[in-house]
């Protein structure tokens, strides 16, 4: 019988789509755009208080862009909430997620580049091997490419 013969297919197929394997798909339903970041911004080895900072993704599934921005405290401390959204589409459709990420400093009519990246997976703490985001920025140094997280900016890791 015909029928017989495709169940097994139509099942495998299902279960493929129901439960993808790899990274790049989460069990859960909540799509990370951009984990939860922390940071500190220096001067010379000094906090700096009043440093406008701008959070910026570009989700390339839905071309979704969005900006987040604060300033940091008198510590030159600022912190911005993860990314999340939900999309039954993106979470069972096989792609690869593509996401734009950019952090941007301003301080004193200079622009910094602190965080270039592109993230491809929907996990917390995807973006540098499960390493929160937890940035200390000096507004003296250049901006660097960083080979072994992928990176380009003057925030580095803690």
Partial sequence: ???NRQL????GLLLACLFPQGNAMPLSNVLYLFSEVQGSVLLDGEPVEGVDIEQEYHWHWSNER?????????QGRFQFRAVTTTSWLARFMPHEPVIGQRITLRYQGNEHKGWVFTKHNYSNHGEVHGRPLNFVCELTAKPVANPETETFGICVLR
């Avoid at 097994?8 to 099942?11: A, C, E, K, M, S």
């Avoid at 900006?67 to 008198?74: G, N, R, W």
Wanted: charged share 10%.
């Fill in 1 to 3: 019988m015909i029928v």
């Fill in 8 to 11: 097994p297919i139509f099942v």
């Fill in 66 to 74: 969005q900006t987040h921005s604060v300033k940091t405290d008198a």
